[in-house]
């Protein structure tokens, strides 16, 4: 089971924590970096959650801002869990470039909502549909490689039935996600009565359709994800292209997607409806 605070999580927690202490005591990164007696993009490597300051370090800026005893220990403690390995390093021979990071926010996360367009998402796949995509997706990969893809797909959707505050997932599909054969009739059939029972079983889980018959709407230029956490940490957008992963923290960038999202939940089908649709999807797949 992915732990509940991935290292990756606890390395933004602790750089947002140093981040907000430096500002509050009206100091540059360029001002502690001389204290510390290191290069500047250091600093705001840590701060951004890239890097964790070593032992020496984190005590020379706990001095440099006044950390109380009591926000010592938390401080310390969370340098502790960043330096951790994540359950998910065993897959790092095939993980793509700073995907990584996001699968640790995931498991940090306490809710998501998704958009896909085009394919069900990685969360709510069967092994064998998942398997056909990352097959498709990867054809320089080695079967092998492949199939530890696949590996860390299924152990990642242990997040939606963790005993303890199971992930809150919200996420909107297209109409043309439920027809594609991906891996052939029968490997879409088992998809869409997985997908049906997860749509019905699970209450942290949300399923919406989009029709077809909309035509233009808020998600034409792609896939997005919104990650949620605890209270005192930020939202994050989270962009898989083929360009490369982006994670995006500022405030005009979650302003933008949530509004697109709030659209999209306005275009889609009720929870209600849209398990209607999956059932016809079915019947029409099996009739095929």
């Not at 306490?110 to 709510?124: F, I, K």
């Not at 097959?135 to 997040?159: K, S, Y």
Request: charged share 25%; hydrophobic share 40%.
């Amino acid at each position: 089971m992915p732990e509940r605070h991935a290292p990756a999580a606890s390395r933004r927690k602790l750089g947002i924590l140093l981040r907000q202490l430096r500002e509050g005591c009206d100091l540059t990164g360029e001002q502690v970096a001389k204290q510390l007696r290191v290069r500047s993009p250091k600093i705001y490597r840590v701060e951004g959650g890239k890097v964790v300051p070593t032992h020496p370090e984190l005590t020379m800026l706990m001095d440099l801002y006044q950390v109380s005893d009591e926000h010592r220990e938390v401080l310390l403690q969370l340098a502790d869990e960043a330096r951790r390995k994540g359950w998910y390093e065993s897959y790092e021979s095939v993980l793509p470039p700073k995907f990584e990071t996001y699968v640790g926010l995931e498991s940090d996360a306490t809710a998501l909502r998704a958009y896909e367009p085009s394919l069900v998402h990685g969360l709510l796949q069967t092994r064998d549909y998942a398997h056909a995509v990352l097959t498709a997706g990867n054809p320089a990969e080695h079967p092998d490689d492949i199939g530890l893809l696949v590996d860390l797909r299924m152990r990642r959707q242990e997040l939606l039935s963790r005993e303890h505050d199971p992930l809150r997932f919200w996420v909107v599909l297209e109409e043309v996600v439920l027809y594609r054969p991906v891996g052939g009739a029968q490997v879409l059939t088992e998809q869409l009565r997985h997908l049906l029972t997860v749509a019905t079983d699970l209450p942290n889980v949300t399923v919406q359709i989009i029709p077809t018959a909309v035509g233009a709407h808020a998600g034409l230029a792609g896939s997005f994800s919104i990650l949620e956490f605890e209270p005192s940490s930020p939202e994050v957008i989270y962009v898989d292209s083929h360009g490369g992963n982006l994670t995006l923290e500022k405030t005009r960038d979650l302003r933008r997607c949530k509004l697109l999202y709030d659209n999209l939940v306005a275009d889609a089908l009720s929870k209600r409806e849209s398990i209607r649709l999956i059932e016809a999807a079915l019947e029409d797949t099996r009739a095929s």
